[in-house]
């Protein structure tokens, strides 16, 4: 097999152990016994199990981080709320394709020692600075209350979609439409947060459709 499938074949098995049994239950041995290979195989690749777990968490954070895009009022782009469920849909796509990173992101990666526990911090922390500056921009365009802490408001959107997404990901529920869950969760903020609903749209943000006739 070749060295990139062979790699690949141990971080899949290492994924499912750690989601399976936890960072300090798993152990090497399980990785090997699950990807079915031979101890020298998997230490060409690896150090040992804090190595392939630093990889499955960095891997994570960079895919959802990296499908963060700052919201754009530049003439031709879609409305500013629309610009925040699309943030929000590519995330929780990714963490339901992903449920065991999920359930390990979530669920092992935290407490583990300070170089893991700031790799998550910093993952949270990016995510929430960009809602929060989502908030400002919405607030300065006059369609966010300004009595609202755009902080606060980040860390409740940021910290619903988690808890949602984690306790799907850990009952095994993952039949559902994300972007239905999303347009609720982003309902329940929109409600509250939102001055007006521009002409055309949903409360969501999302175009209205148009009856038929």
Known sequence: MKPRLRREQILRAA???????GYHRASVTDIIESAG???????????????????LVDVLT???????????LSPGNPPWQEQIRANVVRIATILAEERDLTRILYNHAM???EDF???????YQEITRRTEGAFRLGQQMGLVRKDINPRLAA??????????????AKGGEMEFSVERMVDELIS???DGLLLKTPAGTT????????RKT
Do not use: W
């Open 111 to 113: 407490g583990l020692d």
């Open 188 to 190: 329940y903020y929109t």
């Open 155 to 168: 860390l409740q959107q940021v910290g619903s979609v988690k808890e949602v997404m984690y306790h799907l």
């Open 117 to 123: 526990d700031k790799k998550i911090r910093q993952f």
């Open 37 to 55: 290979i031979a101890r020298g195989t998997f230490y060409l690749y690896f150090n040992g199990k804090r190595e392939i777990f630093a990889e």
């Open 62 to 72: 960079v895919r959802l981080v990296g499908c963060m895009q700052r919201v754009d």
């Open 15 to 21: 994924t499912s152990v750690f989601a399976a049994k």
């Open 203 to 210: 409360r969501a943000g999302r175009p209205k459709k148009k």
